[in-house]
């Protein structure tokens, strides 16, 4: 399905009157491949020559020749001002120490990449599914661990448990650094695991990796019945599920993103001030693209057929926050849910 993507970027190219554009952002190099590529390589979209070139360092030329195709060569970086010589086309994120080897009218081209990037093709949405699975037993394992452990068990120790499970699974790495915070610093949307013992309520927001493209969920569990604050533990927990579920129940090719965003924050009631973030995002190769499930973007997105989103609705107190996230693929009439552990009702 690669080549699909490679023929719309050469047909944007050749109509913005680019002769070579260079790719050197890993994740968007990944969307081309659809493989990981080597830790240090750039993309050449050679127009006039009509030749795709991927650059990889002399150390990596043997590992990386599995990426050469009927489209793409697979060569070794001699000169780097040769290659980016004539090059009049990069990404916003292009080092300022390599721009002395480019045209000086040169274009930005990460707009289009962004908006190829938000839909996603079949290969996409099955190497995004299995990561998706893999962070299901994960956390699905961390639930069981933490509910059913008898002895004190730290932020740390829980977040370790998760990644070696993800990466047991098949993840080849985590797609961003684990979140498994408790108490208080639940009120914290990214928190950091520490050397804290766990108690009361806790927050565990995770992804895995599969050939580069991204999972995320995120689940709270309320541990402490005997808590003096279990029941609003309980009633601030059921709000924001209820917001999940109301925004599932509108979530479909058609819909705006700001009015999914509106959706779920007007079944929050009176707590949709303490929702900080927006409703979700799209996901791929990397944790957090196209498009914003937001009120607060300037232009009115419409999500489409084969996007993949999260929702995420959360509300964060002063003592405490509650957060709940799943992985959906958009579709005509609904969609397709593609992380599935359970969430537990209170």
């Known amino acids: 399905m690669a080549i699909h993507k490679i023929k719309e970027f050469m047909i944007y190219l050749i109509r913005n009157d680019i002769k070579k554009a260079i790719i050197l952002k890993k994740e968007n190099i990944n969307y081309f491949l659809e493989k990981c590529p080597p830790t240090y390589s750039y993309l050449i979209f050679d127009v006039e020559r009509d030749k795709i070139i991927l650059k990889v360092p002399e150390m990596e030329y043997q590992s990386a020749i599995f990426h050469s195709t009927k489209y793409i060569s697979v060569e070794v970086i001699d000169k780097l001002e040769e290659d980016f010589r004539y090059c009049n086309a990069v990404e916003d994120s292009f080092p300022v120490k390599y721009l002395k080897y480019i045209d000086k009218d040169y274009k930005i081209i990460s707009d289009k990449l962004n908006e ?45 448990e998760i990644e070696y499970i993800m990466k047991k699974e098949g993840s080849a790495k985590p797609s961003f650094d684990t979140i498994a915070i408790s108490d208080k610093k639940t009120a914290q949307p990214h928190g950091a695991p520490s050397n804290d013992i766990i108690k009361n309520i806790l927050l565990m927001d995770i992804g895995a990796t599969v050939e580069g493209y991204c999972s995320d969920i995120t689940r709270t569990i309320i541990l402490n019945q005997e808590y003096k604050k279990y029941e609003k533990f309980v009633n601030i ?83 405490f926050g509650v957060r709940i996230e799943d992985l959906y693929v958009v579709k005509k009439n609904g969609f397709k849910k593609l992380s599935n552990a359970r969430i537990l009702e209170y």
């Open 116 to 160: 190829m990037k938000s839909i996603k093709n079949p290969d996409e949405i099955e190497l995004i599914k299995k990561a998706a699975k893999i962070s299901d037993k994960a956390i699905e394992f961390a639930t069981d661990y933490i509910l059913n452990s008898k002895k004190p068990i730290t932020e740390n120790q829980l977040a370790g």
């Open 237 to 319: 927990y059921n709000i924001v599920n209820n917001a999940k579920k109301e925004a599932e129940n509108n979530l479909k090719a058609g819909i705006s993103v700001k009015e999914l965003d509106k959706i779920a924050r007007e079944e929050m009631g009176e707590y949709n001030i303490y929702f900080t973030h927006s409703l979700g995002h799209g996901v791929g190769t990397e944790i957090h693209e196209r498009p914003s499930i937001s009120q607060k973007l300037k232009e009115n997105i419409i999500l489409k057929e084969n996007m993949v989103i999260t929702l995420e609705p959360a509300i964060y107190l002063d003592n």
